[in-house]
């Protein structure tokens, strides 16, 4: 017999016959997309189907004087105009906030606005009509009497005497804050060699999905139930949601996510645009159709990345980081987003911050505030692209102050490879990470004597290239209380079904769901390697509360790791069952046996015995021929739930290097590199993917993307075409290369890898700009780096 072959102890593999767990193999579904053949939200049609449109808001700040409906109701094909009162006699108002996110406070919100609408783009009224076009003629005869009240708009003064105050019952405009502080810090910057500070603004900006929110509300009087066809994420979520605020049985309401075009974290929020779509079917008894248009998402999607943090490192003279300190105000929307909360993103700044660093000593406070702007919350990334831009921009300016490498100095101080289970100095715990290994592979992978080389040979005549480097953590397969135990019915685990098919072929229904990410494909390739069946024998369905398992879906870069482990379990379980059949067929014992290549094979001598389509006749059609009592089971549910850490960190290492013009201000982006280290890798093609359309969302945020008000809360580019967002011309060469460090918390071993690339990107961009700048004394440190705030830096505009 051949030697058995050798796998690294971490990647030894975890399925008899390893054929496409870590293969690089095309989506399945690729061909059916490409094809045309997908079916969107806005492709489904509905008998009796209406169509309903929104007035939203047109300011920031107004008190509802009076709705005129009579004109509108006259245009042709209404079919109904409702309002907040309306809609509040058959949905229930929500407070979104976290019992354990201590003190946070939010007034209540209804699916329309009733009294006063607090943001430019707040649904106040809903006209259903036959058709979108007859809705939206409608809409333009709608006559809503508004007062204009001041507007709340500006972090800095939100808590100032004198500022309005949104909802005077909460007593101001403070939703949460936050401190922590490890005791020492005082005494570390008083004994440091180096303190280096900057302050650092981040701009509000929003996901731009390719297919916009949208949904079907079918209330069905006949069966007294509820189905809705949505673009989400979080399906069960909804279901629940839907069942609490209408008053309804859970098993009285079916959510159907068929193809969703991107989500972002846009599509895992209620809006109250859900239940307001909702209520209108419920009151007309018939399906009502939602879409968004691109114009109306700018001020109706949730926004993110709000901040204004100063923050300050420590370090002695040796290149030891000491402690970090920072203070970061965030703001939000008038109310906190339903049901996650708009605390969440400024929480994980101050749990995230110095994450990758070996420093003992950390303070910091955060303030969360309302304002008079659309809703921020959960958006690619939450909190990682803030906390490692932070991080990464203090590090580099330490360094610089020591006359230290700026890699050398990142070797010196992050957690070492050998040093884990450990803990950050936040608290957060950390089960396995390999920042020295990725720093190492990141050192060879870009050539970096060769760069510094090049760079230093440009730099004498006159052109400035800078080199970044960020180092990050990113929290991935969240623990089973990240939300239940602050009251938020979101489920931790997922589930998954497969059931052999007589045909010899599986069909697998999985409770996370496809969103353009590949999840369907990697749950194939593990489903066929766990069965052992061929990839064509495989049938995945998702996104169908009536079918699926009860799960969380997709966020916070849980599909693979948690959903493709319940996927992994349940097939392996029905290996199991299949051999028992088999076992009973051959009359042989089910250890003498094995299942390989769609075959039921003989253990030692590999030898075909049965085929699984035979099996299947055998079980389905003819039971008859097996021994009484015995009845085949061919068919398997697992659920898994991550259980040992609060969250299974990933980390990785970016590098950007870029070409900044001091004449004119712009930023070239030249190459972009990325070791990124998620654990086992299900398929490198699409993790790489994955990678690359992350580090364009981050280098988005860092460039390009902001949504910018005036200072009456109004929204000054709210289209495509003043909204930037990164195109291919813009973008450079991503390399993306993998260090292997599999999470023992699962057999799979898999960790999250969707948001890494935007957390890393706009901290390494930033460093490549600064490096860029720095012969010249000059930094920017307020995303997005515009040619403008860098000729600013260099003093060639005040």
């Given at each position: 017999?051949?030697?058995?072959e050798?796998?690294p102890p ?8 390893p054929?496409?767990i ?6 399945p579904?690729?061909?059916r997309?490409v094809?045309?053949r997908?079916?969107y939200?806005?492709?489904?049609k509905?008998p ?6 929104y ?15 009579e ?17 509040a ?7 979104a ?5 201590a003190?946070m406070k939010s ?12 943001w430019?783009?707040?649904p ?11 809705a939206?003629?409608?809409l333009?005869y709608?006559?809503?009497?508004w007062e204009?009240l001041?507007?709340t708009t500006?972090m800095?003064?939100?808590?100032a005497?004198?500022t309005?105050v ?8 403070l939703?949460?804050?936050?401190s ?9 910057f008083?004994?440091?060699d ?5 302050t ?6 929003t ?18 139930r509820?189905?809705?066809y949505?673009s989400?994420?979080a399906p ?20 159907i996510c068929?193809d969703?075009g991107g ?5 895992v929020?209620a809006?109250?645009?859900d239940?307001?779509t909702?209520a209108?079917s ?7 159709k ?5 114009l109306?998402s ?15 490192i420590?370090?002695s003279k ?6 970090f300190e920072?203070?970061d105000?965030?703001?939000?929307g008038p109310?906190?987003m339903?049901p ?5 993103e400024?929480n ?5 911050t ?7 000593q950390?303070r910091a406070?955060?303030k969360v ?5 659309p809703?921020?919350?959960?958006y690619?990334?939450?909190?990682h692209?803030?906390a ?7 590090v ?11 890699l050398?100095f ?12 450990t803990a950050?100095?936040?608290g957060?715990k950390?089960e396995v990470?390999?920042h ?6 990141m050192e060879?992978?870009?050539?970096y004597?060769?760069?510094l080389?090049e ?13 970044g480097?960020?180092?990050?953590i990113?929290?991935?397969?969240p623990?089973?209380?990240?939300y239940?135990?602050g ?10 079904t ?5 045909t010899g072929a599986?069909?697998?229904l999985c409770?996370?769901g496809?969103?353009?990410?590949g ?6 390739q593990i ?6 069946v061929?990839?064509d ?9 009536d079918?699926t398992p009860?799960?969380?879906g997709?966020?916070?870069?849980r599909g693979?790791?948690i959903?493709?482990?319940?996927v ?10 299949i051999?028992?059949?088999?076992a009973v067929?051959?009359?042989?014992e089910?250890?003498?046996?094995a ?7 003989d253990?030692d ?5 049965l ?5 299947g ?8 021929t097996?021994p ?5 089971e061919?068919m398997v ?12 960190f ?6 950007s ?6 004449e004119t201000?712009?930023?070239k982006?030249l190459?972009?590199?990325a070791v990124?280290?998620c654990?086992?890798v299900?398929?490198?093609m699409l993790?790489d993917e ?8 981050g280098?988005?945020?860092?460039l390009?993307?902001?949504?910018l ?12 075409a003043d909204y930037?967002?990164p ?7 991503i390399v ?8 023992t ?13 935007t957390?890393?990107?706009?901290a390494?961009?930033?460093?490549a ?8 004394n000059?930094?920017?440190?307020s995303?997005p780096f515009t040619p403008?705030?860098?000729l600013?830096?260099l003093?060639?505009?005040v």
């Amino acid at each position: 017999m051949n030697a058995p072959e050798k796998h690294p102890p971490e990647l030894r593999p975890i399925t008899d016959d390893p054929r496409y767990i870590g293969a690089a193999v095309s989506r399945p579904g690729a061909r059916r997309l490409v094809e045309g053949r997908g079916t969107y939200v806005d492709d489904i049609k509905l008998p009796r189907m209406a169509h309903v449109v929104y007035w939203r808001s047109p300011v920031a700040h107004c008190r509802i004087v009076a709705v005129q409906r009579e004109y509108a109701r006259l245009m042709p094909g209404v079919l109904g105009i409702f309002d907040g009162a309306d809609v509040a006699t058959i949905c229930k108002p929500w407070v979104a906030t976290l019992g354990h996110l201590a003190g946070m406070k939010s007034a209540p919100q209804y699916p329309l606005a009733m009294e006063r609408a607090c943001w430019q783009g707040e649904p106040v009224v809903a006209i259903v009509a036959e058709t979108r076009a007859q809705a939206e003629d409608a809409l333009q005869y709608l006559q809503v009497e508004w007062e204009a009240l001041p507007a709340t708009t500006e972090m800095e003064t939100s808590l100032a005497a004198g500022t309005p105050v949104i909802h005077p019952e909460l007593g101001d405009n403070l939703c949460f804050t936050r401190s922590l502080d490890t005791g020492g810090v005082d005494a570390a910057f008083a004994a440091a060699d180096v303190v280096a500070e900057a302050t650092f603004h981040f701009g509000r900006h929003t996901g731009v999905t390719l297919e916009p929110r949208c949904q079907i509300a079918d209330w069905n009087p006949g069966e007294q139930r509820l189905t809705v066809y949505h673009s989400q994420q979080a399906p069960h979520m909804m279901q629940d949601l839907y069942a609490r605020q209408f008053g309804l049985a859970e098993s009285a309401v079916r959510v159907i996510c068929k193809d969703v075009g991107g989500s972002f974290g846009i599509k895992v929020h209620a809006y109250p645009d859900d239940f307001a779509t909702v209520a209108v079917s419920m009151l007309l008894k018939r399906p009502v159709k939602f879409v968004a248009d691109r114009l109306e998402s700018f001020t109706s999607d949730i926004h993110a990345r709000e901040h204004r943090i100063h923050g300050r490192i420590a370090a002695s003279k040796a290149g030891d980081i000491l402690a970090f300190e920072i203070d970061d105000l965030t703001g939000i929307g008038p109310y906190s987003m339903f049901p996650r909360t708009s605390a969440i993103e400024g929480n994980q700044v101050v749990n995230l911050t110095g994450g990758p660093y070996k420093h003992q000593q950390y303070r910091a406070n955060l303030k969360v505030v309302f304002l008079n702007k659309p809703p921020t919350c959960q958006y690619r990334g939450v909190g990682h692209p803030i906390a490692c831009a932070v991080t990464e921009g203090l590090v580099d300016l330490a360094a610089a102050k020591l006359g230290m490498d700026a890699l050398v100095f990142r070797q010196r101080n992050v957690i070492p490879d050998d040093a884990y289970p450990t803990a950050g100095a936040s608290g957060i715990k950390l089960e396995v990470l390999s920042h020295e290994e990725c720093l190492r592979k990141m050192e060879a992978l870009i050539d970096y004597p060769a760069l510094l080389a090049e760079q230093a040979a440009l730099r004498d005549r006159g052109v400035y290239r800078g080199i970044g480097f960020a180092a990050l953590i990113e929290l991935t397969n969240p623990g089973a209380a990240f939300y239940g135990v602050g009251g938020a019915r979101i489920a931790a685990q997922d589930g998954a079904t497969i059931r052999l098919e007589p045909t010899g072929a599986i069909t697998v229904l999985c409770s996370v769901g496809e969103q353009g990410q590949g999840a369907e494909g990697i749950f194939a390739q593990i489903a066929a390697d766990a069965v052992g069946v061929a990839m064509d024998k495989v049938r995945v369905v998702t996104g169908d509360t009536d079918v699926t398992p009860y799960g969380g879906g997709t966020w916070a870069s849980r599909g693979a790791g948690i959903g493709g482990e319940a996927v992994l379990q349940a097939g392996l379980a029905l290996q199991a069952n299949i051999l028992k059949v088999a076992a009973v067929i051959l009359n042989r014992e089910a250890g003498e046996l094995a299942v390989k290549r769609d075959e039921i094979i003989d253990l030692d001598s590999g030898a075909a015995l049965l085929p699984l389509a035979e099996l299947g006749r055998v079980a389905y059609f003819r039971p008859d021929t097996l021994p009484p009592g015995f009845t085949p089971e061919l068919m398997v549910t697992r659920h898994y739930a991550q259980r040992d850490y609060p969250f299974i960190f990933t980390n990785g290492v970016q590098v950007s290097y870029v070409e900044v013009d001091i004449e004119t201000g712009f930023v070239k982006l030249l190459k972009h590199w990325a070791v990124e280290d998620c654990g086992r890798v299900i398929n490198p093609m699409l993790v790489d993917e994955q990678m690359r359309g992350a580090i364009v969302q981050g280098i988005g945020g860092a460039l390009f993307e902001e949504c910018l008000y005036d200072a009456s809360g109004q929204l000054l580019n709210g289209s495509m075409a003043d909204y930037l967002v990164p195109m291919s011309g813009e973008m450079p060469d991503i390399v993306v290369a993998h260090v292997q460090t599999p999470t023992t918390s699962s057999k799979l071993g898999a960790k999250g890898a969707g948001e890494a690339g935007t957390a890393g990107a706009p901290a390494a961009v930033m460093n490549a700009i600064n490096n860029a700048l720095q012969p010249l004394n000059a930094a920017v440190f307020s995303q997005p780096f515009t040619p403008e705030k860098i000729l600013r830096a260099l003093g060639k505009v005040v």
